[in-house]
RNA sequence: GCGCGGUUAGCUCAGUUGGUAGAGCAACCCGUUUACACCGGGAAGGUCGUAGGUUCGAGUCCUACACCGCGCACCA
């Protein structure tokens, strides 16, 4: 017998070499599988993406968590013989990298301004680049089973190549147009960004009440009151009934008399505040559409920086927090001040990745119309194609309360604005000379063109993902053979972000859908229900830290048992240390099994006495059950059953009773070949869970032609 | 305001067509049996958030409510 079974098992020397074994082997490349007489050539496929994770630093335990998943999924399939592919690929991230990268030349006192574009995308690029390695580095240590051969990058010339060529289809179909519209602002990242990437933050703001005219309206935002001209009230508010839709009144506001006309819409909410209101269309997207149902006039009060424009009279030129109370101030004196509620607590829209408060704009931007008729998809719109695939079931997504969440958004979705005014990232492929616009996948030829300087949200190469990573717009082998891919794995909180984008593309470019199935796993958080982040220091698991204490087995297996689909999962050290135990246990029992199965003809096994008959079909009903359970991803469950029967069954009972058996010389053959059936089985079955121990010992097995664990095949039927 | 999820043993959580409550960890007692002390054996521990209802039978289905968490929404 190895010697190495005299001590403990070592996770740290041991993964170290298994990792290296695989890597040889090329058995993560279903290509090679195929070539190397593993895989058939004929066999199902099963295909998955890695959520490409962004390069703005490296691998927290939610990456740890989605890894764990996914790899169970991937070595589940290519156990069954499937032609198996899970493709890895980072995510360039635009706005959230290129804001990470300008908080740290800003240390350095250095503006991203004084650098100019191309140096510092110079900057920007050096910093993903090393990221990616980082983060590579740390998911190969993962033992995630990942083809590397395939890897792509969401900004890299292939995915430039998609990106060019989707945008430009869709212009071409109307999809995408260019409007000046009212889009949401963000003063600090000195860029649009969608709805989606709006984060609310409930803040205590004070509530004013004025006197304007013969009425009183409220505002928390007394800084763009200047050019308000519009009073608007319930048409069935019987307080304001001798007031006439149009009618025009002359009130002393901020800097002297205003024209005012009366606005009467339903829109207004009668019970809040006095019920009546004030507009301001160019920052609010609530006035904005009031506006333009009626055709009112719209004035800019806030430039881009968040100053006050000249409109604002003695205050231009300020900055809105260093006005508000000034402005406050001068109506107070005017007598025009009613009240102050210093209580009031409102939503405050914040930009996702630099946190600063978003102002609405009207801005000329790119847009997707999501409502359009589309004639080459059967006259439906993107809306109806994002929705009719998780209707219809023919994407499933776990667990099935998220498709509630999913048809919500669908129903309020609005036009989604691509354009972003950061360097980083896919340049729009639109060109200006003079009034000509020119959209194509290459420049125009010719003098005087001059490119869109904008760059387009990051999503929108992360919506081409499932097929730009197999070669989409070249009708390649991987696109044919692996798409739609059968699941996506992602945490929940991206359904909106990624996934609904991914089959809007997918549905609306290739005509089909890009997955099958989609998992949701939770947020980790701390033993004590904290998120994990960084401003939590040693609280926050580092989980190469965990690796290098207790072993990768022991973390995936913390990890994987009690953590159902979209729950959050609470880490704890812990669990984590007693699962290190689990692998010394199947260690030892393996030491155990090995030692006395030394004269074992494993060819031709003896036959199994009736006691030992039971135990074998145990085993095999535990597999019937748990082949069920894993094709259903309840995970949890079998890990926790293999666990349970390894531990409780295999060792306490079969193990114990084999000794006996062996020792008195008493159907000793029998227990023998049990014991050998049983174990090499468990390696089997235990492996997508906790792979590392199991290929270690499933190298000491004296079976012949025997091939890695990896590519066994899982012991059904 | 609307919606979703959670509430089960001290802690973390399972519990898939309704059929006598489960695991891991912790705590308790016993045991140094040559695979393993990163061990074994044993015992203890729950009115399954509250109140109703359906049913022969409910943690599981229905209706309210409470508390915690989350999402969405145009309350100026």
Known sequence: MDEKFLKPYDPKVTEEK???????????????????????????????????????????????????????MTRYARMQGKKTLWLPGTDHAAIATQSKVEKILEKKGIKKSDLGREEFLKQVEQFAQ???????????????????????????????????????????????????????????????????????????????????????IATARPETKFGDKYVVMHPED???????????????????PTEATVIKDPMIDMEFGTGVMTITPWHSHEDFQLAEKYKL???????????????????????????REKIVEKL????????????????????????????????????????????????????????EPVRDGKIKILPDHFEKVY????????????????????????????????????APVGDGWEQDPDTLDTWFSSGLWTFSTLGWPEKTEDLKNFHPTDVLETMHDLIFFWVARMIL???????????????????VKTADGKKMSKSLGEKAIDPLTIIDKYGND???????????????????????????????????????????????????????????ALSDKELKDLIKEISKEMDEFRFSLVAEKVYHYFWHTFADVIIERSKKKILENNNSESAKALLFTQLTTLLKIMHPFVPFVTEEVWSSIPIKDKKLLIVERWPLN
């Not at 408060?357 to 409502?371: R, S």
């Not at 340049?427 to 959209?439: A, D, F, L, S, T």
Request: include cysteine; glycine fraction near 8%.
């Open 407 to 442: 048809f919500n958004w669908i129903e309020n979705l609005r036009d989604w604005c691509i354009s972003r005014q950061i360097w980083f990232g896919h340049r729009i492929p639109v060109w200006y000379k003079g009034n000509e616009v020119y959209c194509d996948i290459e």
């Open 297 to 323: 006039e719209k004035e800019q009060i806030i430039d881009k920086y968040g100053k006050l424009l000249p409109i604002a009279q003695e205050f231009s030129g300020m900055k809105i927090n260093d006005a």
């Open 130 to 216: 090393y990221s990616h390695d980082t983060i590579n580095n740390q998911t190969k240590r993962m033992g995630a089973s990942l083809d590397w051969s395939r890897e792509a990058y969401t900004l890299d010339a292939k995915r430039n190549f998609a990106v060019r060529t989707a945008f430009k289809k869709m212009y071409d179909d109307g999809l995408i147009y260019r409007g000046h519209k009212i889009v949401n602002w963000d003063p600090k990242g000195q860029t649009v960004i969608s709805d989606d990437e709006i984060v609310y933050e409930e803040r205590k703001n004070k509530f004013y009440t004025f006197k304007y005219g013969p009425f009183e």
């Open 238 to 256: 019987v307080r304001y009934k001798d007031w006439i839709h149009g009618q025009k009144i002359t009130v002393e506001w901020i800097n002297g």
């Open 18 to 72: 298994i990792l290296k074994l695989w890597d040889e082997s090329g058995f993560f490349n279903p290509d090679i599988c195929v070539e190397k007489g593993v895989t058939s050539a004929h066999a199902e496929t099963f295909s998955m993406i890695l959520p490409p994770p962004n390069v703005t630093g490296s691998l927290h335990t939610g990456h740890a968590l989605g890894l764990t998943v996914e790899d169970i």
């Open 554 to 612: 022991a973390l995936r297996m913390a990890m994987i048992v009690g953590n159902t689909p979209g729950n959050d999962l609470k880490l704890n050290e812990n669990d984590i240390r007693g699962y290190g135990k689990f692998a010394n246990k199947i260690w030892n029992a393996s030491r155990f099994v090995l030692e006395n199965t030394k004269d074992l003809d494993t060819e031709n096994l003896p036959a199994f006495d009736e006691e030992d």
């Open 332 to 387: 107070k004196s005017k007598g025009l001040l009613v009240s102050i509620d210093e209580n009031y607590v409102n939503r405050m829209a914040t930009a996702e990745r630099t946190g600063g408060i978003i102002e609405p704009q009207i801005m000329e931007q790119w847009f997707i119309d999501v409502n359009k008729k589309i004639e080459a998809r059967g006259n439906k719109s993107l809306k109806e194609l994002m929705l």
């Open 505 to 523: 593309m997918s549905q609306y470019l290739l005509g089909e859908i890009p997955f099958k199935n989609v998992y949701f796993h939770g947020m």
